[in-house]
């Protein structure tokens, strides 16, 4: 890793982040509301009904989305995998920044 360069950091990620598919990024929650029906039992009952939401950004905006339960799972899996993303993005600009100082290094001392 000490003397890598630039190219291979670069196929290194990419080898990476081709395993990550599907990413999203945000939080999964279920929320439990009442609906707009009269005398509904569950609601009377106190217990709502269930719904799954994505909450996250774009760009600035804040927006919220529902998703049904059967994909529950699969929108999990796909929100496990952003954040390995932003680790790997985050590990990928540090391993950069190193190969770019150690080429300037290597050149500067070529002179």
């Not at 990024?25 to 005398?39: D, F, T, Y």
């Not at 509904?40 to 909450?55: D, F, N, Q």
């Amino acid at each position: 890793m000490n003397r890598e360069t630039t190219d291979e950091i670069g196929r290194w990620f990419q080898a990476k982040i081709q395993e990550l598919w599907p990413v999203a990024e945000g939080s999964l929650s279920l929320r439990k509301c009442p609906c707009i029906r009269k005398n509904c039992p569950a609601c009377a009952a106190g217990e709502g009904h269930r719904s799954y939401v994505l909450y996250g950004r774009r760009k600035s905006r804040r927006f919220s989305l529902y998703v049904p339960e059967d994909l529950v799972p699969a929108v999990r899996k796909a929100i496990e995998n952003g954040v390995q993303l932003q680790e790997i993005v985050n590990e990928a600009g540090v391993r950069f920044v190193t190969a770019l100082k150690k080429q300037r290094k290597a050149k500067s001392r070529q002179k």
